[in-house]
C-alpha cells in the first residue's frame, strides 16, 4: 500500500511523493537538483549504506494545480516546528518513494497493523582527528553538547537524555538506555507509526509532552502475553520493554553470520566508546567491548559517519584551500565536482582520497567529498517497519515470542552543501562553547523530563 507523502504528513492514495522545498530560476534548474539528489542516493549512498537499505525513488513530473492544492492541504497541517518550510509548488518535480511505514507484499493477514519506527540517531563516535582543539570534544558527544546550545536558543524546552553513543555501541543494556531516552524525550530523533499514521512523536507544543500512556494502549495488541506472565504488577512497563527489544533486535539484525552462527562484530570506533555526558554505570561500560554486527544497519551509518576523520577543524583549512584554488580557476569547479554530478567518478574520488595531505587541491577536495558523505550519515533517519508474522516467514526477528516479520530503510540521504562548511565551523564552535558555559552553571534539574523507573528486563535473543 503506497500514499502521498508530503514531509511530516501521510495522504492515503495511489503513490508516495516528496517535494523539494527549495525555489529556483526555472523548473529545469529544480528538475536537475531532484535528479541530482536522486543520483547521490543511487551512486553514492547506496554502495556505502548496502543496496538493501536505501531505496533512491525516482523523479516525476506532476501537474501545478494537484501541487499547489496539495501545497495549501500541507501547509494547514504543518506542525509549529516546521512552518518556516515551504513546498515548491513551481516546477512541476517530486520525488516518488515507496511508503516505508508500510511493509512491502504484507497483506493484512493480521488484523494489527505495521509499526514503524523512525530513529535519528545522529553521530554515534567521539572525534578522534588530530586537528581538535578543544579537549571536551573528545569526552562528550556532538549530540548530548548540541542539547545545551538547543535548550538554549529555544528550540527544545527540554535535554534528551539520549546518546547517540549508547545506541550505536552494540550493548543490549546500553542500546536498551538509549531508546528508553528517546521515548521520553523524543525531540527529533524517533517517530512512530501505526498503519502509516503518527502515533508518536514530539508534541507540536515544545511545553507538552508525548504519552507514553497511549503509545502503551496502542502496542498492547503487539505484545498480548506481557499483560500477565511477568511483571504484572506493571504490564504497560513490560508491553515498552518488548518492544524496545524488538527494536534493539531489528537494529542488531544483519544476516551476517560465521561458522558458529553468531553474527561477525566490527569494533569500527577508534575513539574512546563512551560520552561523558552520558551517565552509565562504570561497571556496564566496562562490561565487554561490544561492536556491532558487520550488516548491521548501525554498523553501516557509523562506518559511513566516521569518513569524517579529520573532523570540522581539520576540513576547514582544506575547504579554504579548494576556495582559494577556485578563485584562481573557476572553471575547474566542474571537474572537481563540487557540485556534482554525482556518479561513480565522485564516488571514486570519495572512496580513494589518500590518506596523507601532499598539499594539493585533489586531496583537500577528496576529504571535503568525504566530510559531506559523512554528514548525510550523521544527519540520516533509520525506519524499521515491522508487523506480526506467522511462524514460516522470513526476515523473522529472532524473538522466543511473539514473531514479528521486518523492513529495514536508511531515509533523508540528501546530499549536504559544500557551500554549508563554513556554517558547520562556526556552529561547532558554537556548540562547544554553550557546552562549556553550561557545564560552569549546571542546568537546572527541570529541564530533564523527571525520571521514570524502569526496570530493564532481557530476554535471550
Ligand atoms: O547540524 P545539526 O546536527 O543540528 O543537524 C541539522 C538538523 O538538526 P538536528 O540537530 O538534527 O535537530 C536539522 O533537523 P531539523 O530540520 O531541525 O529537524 C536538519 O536535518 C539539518 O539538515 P538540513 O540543513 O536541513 O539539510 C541538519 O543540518 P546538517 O548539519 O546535517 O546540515
Ligand atoms: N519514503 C518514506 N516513507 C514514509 N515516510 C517518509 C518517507 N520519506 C520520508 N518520510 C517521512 O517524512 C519525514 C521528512 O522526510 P525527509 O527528512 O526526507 O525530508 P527533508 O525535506 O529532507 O527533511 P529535513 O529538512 O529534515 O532533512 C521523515 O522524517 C519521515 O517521517
Same mark, same amino acid.
Given at each position: 500500500?503506497?500514499?502521498?507523502?508530503?514531509?511530516?504528513? +501521510?495522504?492515503?492514495?495511489? $503513490?508516495?511523493?516528496?517535494?523539494? *522545498?527549495?525555489?529556483?530560476? +526555472?523548473?529545469?534548474?529544480?528538475? *536537475?537538483?531532484?535528479?541530482?539528489?536522486?543520483?547521490? #542516493?543511487?551512486?553514492?549512498?547506496?554502495?556505502?549504506?548496502?543496496?538493501?537499505?536505501?531505496?533512491?525513488?525516482?523523479?516525476?513530473?506532476?501537474?501545478?494545480?494537484?501541487?499547489?492544492?496539495? #501545497? %495549501?492541504?500541507?501547509?494547514?497541517?504543518?506542525?509549529?516546528?516546521?512552518?518556516?518550510?515551504?513546498?515548491?509548488?513551481?516546477?512541476?518535480?517530486?520525488?516518488?518513494?515507496?511508503?516505508?511505514t508500510?511493509?512491502? %507484499?504484507?497483506?493484512?493477514?493480521?488484523?494489527?497493523?505495521p509499526i514503524c519506527v523512525e530513529i535519528k540517531p545522529?553521530?554515534?563516535?567521539?572525534?578522534?582527528?588530530?586537528?581538535?582543539?578543544?579537549?571536551?570534544?573528545?569526552?562528550? $558527544?556532538?549530540?548530548?553538547?548540541?542539547?545545551?546550545?538547543?535548550?538554549?536558543?529555544?528550540?527544545?524546552?527540554?535535554?534528551?537524555?539520549y546518546?547517540p553513543?549508547n545506541l550505536f555501541s552494540g550493548s543490549k543494556q546500553r542500546m536498551y538506555v538509549a531508546l528508553k531516552n528517546l521515548l521520553e524525550?523524543p525531540?527529533?530523533n524517533l517517530k512512530i507509526f501505526k498503519?502509516?499514521?503518527?502515533i508518536f512523536?514530539?508534541?507540536?507544543?515544545?511545553?507538552?509532552?508525548?504519552?507514553l500512556?497511549?503509545l502503551i494502549?496502542h502496542l498492547?495488541?503487539y505484545f498480548?502475553?506481557s499483560?500477565?506472565?511477568?511483571?504484572?504488577?506493571?504490564?504497560?512497563?513490560?508491553v515498552l520493554n518488548e518492544f524496545i527489544q524488538v527494536i534493539c533486535s531489528a537494529l542488531l539484525s544483519g544476516?551476517?553470520?560465521?561458522?558458529?552462527?553468531?553474527?561477525?562484530?566490527?569494533? %569500527?570506533? /577508534?575513539?574512546?566508546?563512551?560520552?561523558?555526558?552520558?551517565?552509565?554505570?562504570?561497571?556496564?561500560?566496562?562490561?565487554?567491548?561490544?561492536?556491532l554486527p558487520?550488516?548491521s544497519v548501525l554498523?553501516?551509518v557509523?562506518?559511513?559517519?566516521?569518513?569524517?576523520?579529520?573532523?570540522?577543524?581539520?576540513?576547514?583549512?582544506?575547504?579554504? *584551500?579548494?576556495?582559494?584554488?577556485?578563485?584562481?580557476?573557476?572553471?575547474?569547479?566542474?571537474?572537481?565536482?563540487?557540485?556534482?554530478?554525482?556518479?561513480?567518478?565522485?564516488?571514486?574520488?570519495?572512496?580513494?582520497?589518500? +590518506?596523507?595531505?601532499?598539499?594539493?587541491?585533489?586531496?583537500?577536495?577528496?576529504?571535503?567529498?568525504?566530510?559531506?558523505?559523512?554528514?548525510?550519515?550523521?544527519?540520516?533517519s533509520i525506519m524499521i517497519t515491522f508487523a506480526?508474522?506467522?511462524?514460516? /516467514?522470513?526476515h523473522q526477528l529472532n524473538l522466543?515470542?511473539p514473531r514479528f516479520t521486518y523492513s529495514i530503510s536508511i531515509?533523508?540521504?540528501?546530499?549536504?552543501?559544500?557551500?554549508?562548511?563554513?556554517?558547520?565551523?562556526?556552529?561547532?564552535?558554537?556548540?562547544?562553547?554553550?557546552?562549556?558555559?553550561?557545564?560552569?552553571?549546571?542546568?537546572?534539574?527541570?529541564?530533564?523530563?523527571?525520571?521514570?523507573?524502569c526496570?530493564l528486563l532481557f530476554h535471550?535473543v
Open positions: 500500500q503506497c500514499c502521498w507523502f508530503v514531509r511530516d504528513m +501521510t495522504f492515503p492514495d495511489q $503513490c508516495q511523493l516528496i517535494f523539494l *522545498r527549495f525555489s529556483y530560476q +526555472t523548473a529545469e534548474q529544480a528538475f *536537475r537538483h531532484i535528479l541530482n539528489m536522486v543520483d547521490y #542516493s543511487k551512486y553514492v549512498m547506496k554502495p556505502l549504506l548496502g543496496e538493501k537499505y536505501v531505496h533512491s525513488g525516482e523523479v516525476v513530473k506532476l501537474p501545478l494545480n494537484f501541487v499547489r492544492q496539495l #501545497s %495549501l492541504k500541507v501547509q494547514q497541517e504543518r506542525p509549529e516546528l516546521r512552518c518556516d518550510k515551504v513546498m515548491d509548488t513551481f516546477s512541476g518535480c517530486g520525488l516518488c518513494l515507496p511508503n516505508l508500510q511493509l512491502p %507484499l504484507y497483506h493484512l493477514r493480521d488484523h494489527r497493523p545522529k553521530c554515534g563516535f567521539l572525534p578522534f582527528s588530530r586537528h581538535i582543539t578543544k579537549e571536551c570534544k573528545r569526552k562528550v $558527544c556532538r549530540f548530548c553538547m548540541h542539547q545545551h546550545y538547543k535548550a538554549t536558543n529555544g528550540k527544545w524546552k527540554r535535554l534528551s537524555r546518546c553513543l524525550e525531540q527529533n498503519g502509516g499514521e503518527l512523536s514530539c508534541k507540536d507544543d515544545a511545553k507538552q509532552q508525548p504519552e500512556n497511549d494502549q498492547r495488541p498480548p502475553h499483560n500477565g506472565i511477568y511483571n504484572s504488577q506493571q504490564p504497560g512497563k513490560a544476516g551476517d553470520s560465521n561458522r558458529s552462527g553468531e553474527p561477525r562484530k566490527v569494533h %569500527l570506533s /577508534e575513539s574512546r566508546p563512551h560520552c561523558e555526558a552520558s551517565p552509565f554505570p562504570r561497571d556496564l561500560l566496562r562490561n565487554g567491548n561490544h561492536g558487520k550488516d554498523a553501516k557509523l562506518q559511513v559517519q566516521m569518513l569524517d576523520n579529520l573532523d570540522i577543524e581539520g576540513i576547514y583549512p582544506l575547504y579554504k *584551500r579548494v576556495e582559494q584554488y577556485l578563485e584562481e580557476f573557476p572553471k575547474e569547479r566542474n571537474r572537481l565536482q563540487i557540485d556534482g554530478p554525482y556518479n561513480e567518478s565522485f564516488m571514486d574520488t570519495v572512496k580513494n582520497c589518500p +590518506t596523507e595531505d601532499d598539499g594539493s587541491v585533489e586531496y583537500a577536495v577528496g576529504k571535503v567529498h568525504q566530510y559531506r558523505v559523512a554528514m548525510t550519515a550523521k544527519d540520516c506480526p508474522c506467522e511462524e514460516d /516467514e522470513e522466543e515470542k531515509l533523508d540521504l540528501d546530499p549536504k552543501p559544500y557551500e554549508g562548511i563554513p556554517h558547520q565551523y562556526k556552529l561547532d564552535t558554537k556548540i562547544v562553547n554553550y557546552y562549556l558555559r553550561s557545564m560552569q552553571a549546571p542546568p537546572p534539574s527541570s529541564l530533564y523530563k523527571e525520571r521514570q523507573e526496570t535471550a
